[in-house]
């Protein structure tokens, strides 16, 4: 008897500590969405600001007494995603990149090629590979089918709970504009798919996402090394062909019908080598030493190389052998990355953070088995 009421009333204490969390968590996220309603000088961000807060701070109330946190959550992920979604999008409103996506679609409809050919002002550039076109291609805004592919492809990673989509630095970018999240979902999707011996669905995966955009092909040199080391050398050099011939089939004929608008769109102008600037500009260290330091942008282009170069190393000495391993030395790569970059901004650390997601997400143990079969994933 004695026991029995221990265990429920350190169930009642646990329960009561994990409300008093997710109170001031919601609470903060309030405080924050607040902020940068009241100092964000775009408007799409303003507008998300101020209807995310209200939507936080009714989630910071309902965990009061409650008795479950999932009405919480949910009202979290109404207020913080749904709503200024559905506003922004009858609006009309959204970041530049949504209009660069849709622009790169009718371009490739009418011209065969996502890019403009002497690209001006910044809106004219558009930084990404050619698959991102393909959002701007299929009907009505591209934030739908961009949204949709992150949350389906976390899903088919096994990160289906929807509350983590609420976190500002996801719930801002689905709204206005969330460009880099089917590339950080796809390759959540990879990785797991590399983990569990799928390798052709894992090259195909990756693939997809390296034909998106460039911050994905870190993902191909991890999640191989991943292969190699619980499945084989032959799994690997599948998986590697399959992601290989997908990317290169998606970007190499774009880029061989025009090197020099691929080059000044997808290279220079993210790179910070044009004379118009990307308007990514957060105080990062890359951004700051391109900005203050004389030679900084060479400096920090430098660092760029030295920690990718970093990542390689440790593949080749360290290889990661479960997902999450994985997914954690992408997470960390990725942070140096984006912190490294002449021209970044905030947004960018949502590779770090869904991958950093799937490194601490709690996966099935199981025994140890074969490289023919699926292996556990922690």
């Keep these: 008897m004695r026991k029995r009421l221990g265990e429920r009333f ?17 609470a903060g996220c309030a405080l924050v969405a607040l902020g940068l309603a009241l100092v964000s000088d775009l408007g799409p961000h303003r507008v998300w600001g101020g209807v995310a807060a209200a939507g936080y701070a009714i989630a910071a109330l309902m965990t009061w007494g409650a008795r479950s946190t999932r009405p919480a959550r949910a009202a979290a992920v109404t207020g913080a995603v749904v709503v200024p979604l559905v506003a922004l999008v009858a609006a009309g ?28 002002a910044i809106a004219d550039h558009n930084p990404y590979l050619p698959g991102m076109a393909l959002f701007g291609l299929l009907p009505g805004d591209p934030r739908w089918w961009m949204g949709g592919a992150f949350v389906g492809a976390l899903a088919a990673a096994g990160l289906h709970r929807a509350w983590p989509l609420a976190c500002p630095l996801i719930a801002l970018p689905l709204a206005v504009g969330g460009i880099d999240l089917p590339v950080a979902g796809l390759m959540c999707l990879g990785v797991v798919l590399a983990g569990r011996g799928r390798t052709a669905r894992a090259g195909l995966v990756l693939g997809v996402a390296a034909a ?76 700051l030493l391109a900005t203050h330091v004389p030679g900084g942008k060479v400096i920090a282009l430098a660092l760029l190389v030295v920690s990718a170069l970093l990542l390689a190393v440790s593949l ?39 991958l950093g997601a799937l490194a601490a997400a709690r996966m099935p143990r199981r025994s140890p088995v074969s490289t023919t079969s699926e292996k556990a994933l922690v």
């Design 10 to 26: 350190e169930g009642y204490v646990g329960a009561y500590a994990y409300e008093e969390y997710e109170r001031y968590l919601w």
């Design 316 to 354: 080749a000495v360290r290889p990661p052998e479960t997902v999450r391993a994985a997914a954690a030395r992408l997470a960390l790569g990725l942070g140096l990355a984006m912190s490294l970059m002449p021209a970044s901004r905030f947004g960018y650390l949502v590779y770090p953070l869904v």
């Design 93 to 120: 409103l959204g970041q530049l990149e949504v209009a660069v996506v849709e622009r790169s679609g009718q371009l490739l409809r009418t011209t065969g090629s996502p890019y403009l050919a002497d690209p001006v």
């Design 212 to 287: 998106l955009k460039w911050t994905a092909w870190p993902a191909l040199a991890v999640a191989m090394a991943l292969i190699a080391v619980r499945h084989g050398g032959r799994p690997a050099l599948r998986y590697a062909a399959v992601a290989v011939t997908t990317a290169t089939a998606a970007v190499l004929p774009f880029a061989l019908a025009d090197p020099t608008g691929f080059y000044e769109n997808v290279i220079a102008f993210p790179l910070g080598l044009t004379e118009v600037t990307s308007p990514a500009a957060s105080p990062l260290p890359g951004h």
